[in-house]
């Protein structure tokens, strides 16, 4: 899958600008750490994947909760970020 960053989007520690293009492996499942797509409800957000003894965490560059519910779906792993400089 792909996606683009919009407006929003906080994650200094990935460098990432409007427009980036993220390339996403569709998946259900994740490692801590890892830079995931979520959702909940119908909600879409991007953010480092925490899990331990079962309780799932969506966090932010700076470890800041961005979702804390039963309800927090992982459905891909971005595997790629792509910047157009403009060439």
Known sequence: GRGRVSPGADMPDLAL???????????????????????????????RWWTKHGTRKLLDSACEVIADTPELLVIGAVTLIARDEGV
Request: proline content about 3%; overall charge negative; cysteine-free.
């Open 17 to 47: 600008a409007m427009g980036d293009l993220l390339i996403v492996e569709p998946r259900e499942h994740a490692s801590t750490g890892e830079l995931v797509l979520a959702t909940v409800q119908e909600r879409a957000f991007l953010g």
